[in-house]
């Protein structure tokens, strides 16, 4: 159970166009949904924290006009890179936990990634 | 931003060598800390939640101990096998706010 499923798993696309990842829960309802971005022979570093019906919560130095997270559905999460330059090749990865009743103390399950190549 | 550091940043074992790694972490407003296992082409995969001084935890030949007041964790494999080659990921987890290190990776040679 808690399968996260993240689609593209990689995309190429040319400076100055937009891009979308889908980040969707299968099997569990997702009310939070984190959007995490890994620079070569880096750590994961969390961009935004994204809540269903509401505005997503982003990291500092994150431009939230940039990377537009949209969280429609306790099951459904979508982060765009809008308007993409190469310095915004990355690979980008989503996770959720399943909150067990009054227990937050629960791991992530994440997406398989996306590597994005902005040319 | 805080700090989690992993060492060493890789490692290359002979299959049937027993090995462990570190993570350090803030030791102040601790709530819990992570272990994930990542293999190449697939998503990450946790592998234990820690919460309290001393714990300990367990599954097949891989362990965790945990102390919380000095701000470590150590990941044991016993035995290892080509099949836990992966990079192993530590992640403190601040109330629902996660800041992982860079990571262990492990290379098992048959």
Redesign the interface.
């Known amino acids: 159970g808690a399968v996260?499923s993240?689609h593209p798993s990689w995309v190429i696309c040319k400076s100055g166009t937009s891009v979308k990842i889908e980040c969707r829960s299968l099997d569990f309802q997702a009310t939070?949904m984190?959007w995490?971005r890994q620079f070569p022979?880096?750590?994961?570093?969390?961009m935004a924290?994204s809540n269903e019906g509401s505005k997503a919560t982003y990291e500092q130095g994150v431009e939230k006009d940039k990377f537009l997270i949209n969280h429609a559905s306790l099951t459904l999460s979508t982060l765009t890179v809008t308007s993409a330059h190469p310095e915004d090749s990355s690979f980008y990865?989503c996770?959720a936990?399943v909150l067990q009743g009054a227990n937050?103390?629960?791991?992530?399950?994440?997406?398989?990634?996306t590597r994005l190549t902005v040319t | 931003i805080l700090n989690?550091e992993q060492s060493p940043q890789s490692l290359h074992v002979q299959e049937g060598d027993s090995t462990n790694f570190t993570c350090s972490f803030p030791s102040s407003n601790f709530?819990?800390l992570?272990w994930?296992r990542w293999e190449t082409?697939?998503?990450?995969e946790?592998l234990f939640?820690m919460?309290l001084n001393g714990d300990e935890k367990k599954k097949g030949r891989i362990s965790a101990t945990l102390n919380t007041k000095e701000g470590y964790s150590y990941l044991y494999i016993k035995g290892s096998q080509p099949e836990d080659s992966a990079t192993y990921?530590c992640?403190f987890?601040n109330?629902?706010?996660?800041?992982?290190?860079?990571?262990t990776k492990l290379n098992v040679k048959p």
């Open positions: 996260v993240q939070t984190f995490y022979k880096q750590s994961l570093m969390l924290t990865i996770s936990r937050l103390i629960s791991p992530l399950h994440f997406g398989n990634g | 989690v709530y819990a992570h994930y082409a697939k998503s990450p946790a939640v919460t990921l992640a987890d109330f629902n706010k996660f800041y992982f290190g860079s990571g």
